[in-house]
């Protein structure tokens, strides 16, 4: 694994091959979810669709299955789509199968979107239920923002850019108060979507955003280089506003997601030998 620290709180780790991901993934998530559990007491976790759930296969192994405190464990989803739990296009669906059929996680932990509402009652819901969660500190609350402030937020990120379900030029990425939103205008199926907002992923005190295939190389490029802005800069990308406010982020990229980065700049040669 080559490792970079290309911005103040953010790096990025690149791997040879998928076994490689998924077995520093793992690890990562052990520290991170070790630290919450002895600072606060519970390890409050937000888990996302697409190809990152196969990346969660080495913590389903040995020695994490048995040694991590999944008492402690506390699920949440960054997005899903308003689908219902056993359609194929579910994030839950998806991480059940995949990731929480093969841990100790207890269901009564688990906190799955409302798949059986409108699609803006499920986003209304799903904010109450974390409201309440931030009230008894399942969930911390980050002083500076007075959003929850998850303990690890792990997000994909298309080869458009969007993370979660945040999407390039959308309204969505303008709300400041909201914490969950509701869009009906995904511009990739499924159109209705429930999502946690840029605040809440930026309150978060760990964001992982894991990016694999030549498709997401450009997309990468454009969020973490140093872009000038100028007349001809583009819209922004949401995967470039993730800019964790106290907290880390780390980006897990493949050779070929990782193919565009300018690897002569500075700052990343920098952290070359690593
Ligand atoms: O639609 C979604 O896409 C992103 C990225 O997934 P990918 O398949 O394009 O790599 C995912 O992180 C998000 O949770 C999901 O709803």
Same mark, same amino acid.
């Given at each position: 694994? #080559?490792? %970079?620290?290309?911005?103040?709180?953010?790096?990025?780790?690149?791997?040879?091959? /998928? &076994? !490689?991901? *998924?077995?520093?993934?793992?690890?990562?998530?052990?520290?991170?979810?070790?630290?919450?559990?002895?600072?606060?007491?519970?390890?409050?976790?937000?888990?996302?669709?697409?190809?990152?759930?196969?990346?969660?296969?080495?913590?389903?192994? #040995?020695? %994490?299955?048995?040694?991590?405190?999944?008492?402690?464990?506390?699920?949440?989803? /960054? &997005? !899903?789509? *308003?689908?219902?739990?056993?359609?194929?296009?579910?994030?839950?669906?998806?991480?059940?199968?995949?990731?929480?059929?093969?841990?100790?996680?207890?269901?009564?932990?688990?906190?799955?979107?409302?798949?059986?509402?409108?699609?803006?009652? #499920?986003?209304?819901?799903?904010?109450?239920?974390?409201?309440?969660?931030?009230?008894?500190?399942?969930?911390?609350?980050?002083?500076?923002?007075?959003?929850?402030?998850?303990?690890?937020?792990?997000?994909?990120?298309?080869?458009?850019?969007?993370?979660?379900?945040?999407?390039?030029?959308?309204?969505?990425?303008?709300?400041?108060?909201?914490?969950?939103?509701?869009?009906?205008?995904?511009?990739?199926?499924?159109?209705?979507?429930?999502?946690?907002?840029?605040?809440?992923?930026?309150?978060?005190?760990?964001?992982?955003?894991?990016?694999?295939?030549?498709?997401?190389?450009?997309?990468?490029?454009?969020?973490?280089?140093?872009?000038?802005?100028?007349?001809?800069?583009?819209?922004?990308?949401?995967?470039?506003?993730?800019?964790?406010?106290?907290?880390?982020?780390?980006?897990?990229?493949?050779?070929?997601?990782?193919?565009?980065?300018?690897?002569?700049?500075?700052?990343?040669?920098?952290?070359?030998?690593?």
């Amino acid at each position: 694994m #080559a490792a %970079y620290e290309p911005k103040k709180n953010s790096e990025i780790r690149i791997f040879e091959s /998928s &076994d !490689e991901m *998924a077995t520093d993934l793992a690890e990562y998530i052990s520290q991170v979810s070790e630290i919450s559990v002895k600072e606060r007491g519970y390890f409050a976790i937000a888990l996302s669709g697409g190809p990152l759930v196969s990346f969660l296969r080495k913590l389903c192994e #040995a020695p %994490y299955n048995k040694t991590l405190d999944w008492s402690k464990w506390y699920i949440f989803w /960054s &997005d !899903e789509r *308003a689908v219902a739990k056993n359609h194929a296009d579910s994030n839950y669906k998806s991480m059940k199968e995949g990731f929480l059929s093969k841990v100790p996680i207890l269901s009564s932990h688990v906190y799955s979107i409302n798949d059986n509402a409108t699609v803006e009652d #499920a986003a209304t819901d799903y904010e109450f239920v974390i409201r309440q969660l931030v009230k008894v500190r399942t969930i911390g609350v980050s002083e500076s923002t007075d959003c929850p402030k998850f303990d690890l937020i792990l997000l994909g990120m298309g080869s458009d850019g969007h993370v979660a379900s945040l999407f390039p030029k959308h309204q969505a990425l303008e709300l400041k108060d909201d914490w969950v939103t509701y869009i009906t205008d995904s511009p990739q199926p499924p159109p209705e979507r429930i999502t946690f907002t840029l605040p809440v992923i930026n309150s978060a005190s760990n964001i992982a955003i894991l990016a694999t295939g030549v498709d997401k190389a450009t997309a990468v490029h454009l969020a973490v280089s140093d872009c000038r802005d100028g007349p001809d800069t583009p819209a922004p990308l949401p995967a470039r506003m993730v800019q964790p406010t106290n907290g880390k982020l780390v980006w897990f990229l493949d050779n070929a997601a990782a193919s565009s980065l300018d690897m002569s700049d500075g700052a990343y040669q920098q952290h070359r030998e690593y």
